[in-house]
């Protein structure tokens, strides 16, 4: 794998044609914003690309320009077999991790086309050809607006600054994370600049149009916040009968688990959705508490301050007591008394799947 700066991605990117574009399951709004603010890019700089992800856009994110053309791999679709198969160039964007590209990873590993990394994750895998990756970036977005710096910054317009901002602004909390840097204002303040572009419809766009059901959700989530390690480690949980009494699908519980980091005093905050064949766990943390060895020691990764791990096979009952038990091998805390035992865990896992609201 050969490390990349800006000028360099850029190079590559010029350097080949047609151009796939992926990102990884459950896309984000950096996800989804870095693949539309590139391509857009690229195609006025002559380039044929396709954007070709795992998992379908997010409603969330519909209003974004160009969200239309964002297609969703489909074992068997022809045209897709043959953009994969013509690509000279394969570019992940926002992750570093093979599995998490879903059906995506074998083609796009085994495939013939050269393939780019453009991401800000933690622990990088080693199977790219080339990789622009800084794990300081506070998004992908961020790493996109350098790239663009070093190519042609006139063509941004708003077409490009629009979903690119939108990937600063998602995975920056609206520019209040501990990645937020004087640097990324002055990038943000650029492409806002360059690309003609007011903050608010898109704030607007993405925060004041939320399902009530998500409301009702939050609601319900909220009603089950625990606190351990002297209130120091906060978590909530969801399970279908949750999501069901909310009338609110999964894609509801987004942002949710930031409202649990908000409770004073806690500074790191879990999220525990009970699904059919396991439990998924999003890890929040403020500050100097990292959380993505714990959430990589139970299978997953991410970033020091936002992390996530699906715990395949495992009962919410399980998953909340290993997980939070681990606490003190990750985390500054304390050991607590005695852990629960298996009978406790059984109990406070009934009581909260009573309480379903
Ligand atoms: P979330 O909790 O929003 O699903 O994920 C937060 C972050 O954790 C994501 O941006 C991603 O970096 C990481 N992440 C979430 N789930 C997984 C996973 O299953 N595996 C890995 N490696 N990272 C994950
Ligand atoms: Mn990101």
């Known amino acids: 794998m050969s490390i990349a700066s800006a000028a360099d991605a850029h190079a590559l990117l010029d350097a080949h044609d047609p151009i ?24 006025a700089r002559g380039k044929s ?27 068997g679709a022809f045209e897709q077999k043959k953009a994969l198969a013509e690509a000279e160039l394969a570019v992940v964007l926002d992750t570093n991790a093979a599995e998490r590209l879903g059906a995506l990873a074998e083609p796009i590993r085994q495939g013939g086309s050269e393939v780019l990394l453009i991401d800000h994750h933690t622990e990088p895998e080693d199977w790219f ?19 663009i710096e070093a190519g042609d910054p006139a063509l941004i317009d708003p077409e490009v600054a629009t979903p690119l901002y939108t990937g600063l602004m998602t995975d920056t ?13 002055r990038t943000t303040a650029t492409l806002l600049e360059r690309g003609s572009i007011a903050p608010a ?7 004041d149009n939320r399902s009530l059901a998500s409301l009702r959700l939050l609601g319900r989530a909220l009603g089950r916040i625990r606190l351990r390690y ?9 399970t279908p009968e949750v999501l ?43 500050g100097d508490t990292h959380v993505d060895g714990w959430a990589r020691s139970f299978g997953g990764g991410g970033h020091r301050n936002a992390s996530g791990a699906y715990l395949e096979g495992y009962s919410l009952e399980r998953a909340l007591r290993d997980v939070l038990d681990a606490a003190p091998q990750f985390i500054d805390v304390e050991e607590e008394g005695p852990a629960l035992s298996d009978g406790e865990a059984t109990e406070l896992a009934a009581a909260m799947k009573a309480q379903s609201g």
Do not use: M, W
Not at 20 to 43: K, Q
Not at 173 to 185: A, I, K, L, M, N
Not at 202 to 207: E, R, V
Not at 260 to 270: I, K, P, R, Y
């Open 20 to 43: 796939l574009l992926t990102t990884h399951t459950s896309p984000d709004g950096d996800a989804i914003g870095s693949e539309l603010g590139l391509a857009h890019y690229l195609r």
């Open 244 to 286: 069901e009494a909310a009338g609110a699908g999964s894609e509801d519980k987004h942002g949710l688990v930031s409202h649990v980091l908000s409770v004073a005093g806690v500074g790191a905050a879990l999220l525990f959705t009970e699904t059919q064949g396991g439990t998924k766990v999003s890890f929040r943390s403020e």
């Open 230 to 238: 002297d209130g120091f480690v906060g978590y909530t949980s969801i």
């Open 173 to 185: 909390g609206s520019f209040r994370y501990s990645s937020v840097t004087p640097q990324v204002h």
């Open 201 to 207: 419809p898109i704030h607007s766009a993405l925060y």
């Open 129 to 147: 050809d080339h990789a622009f990756q800084r794990d300081t970036a506070a998004a992908t977005a961020e790493l996109l607006c350098e790239v």
């Open 49 to 75: 690309v396709t954007i070709l992800n795992d998992d379908d856009l997010p409603d969330h994110l519909a209003f974004l320009p160009g969200a239309e053309g964002v297609e969703v791999f489909a074992e």
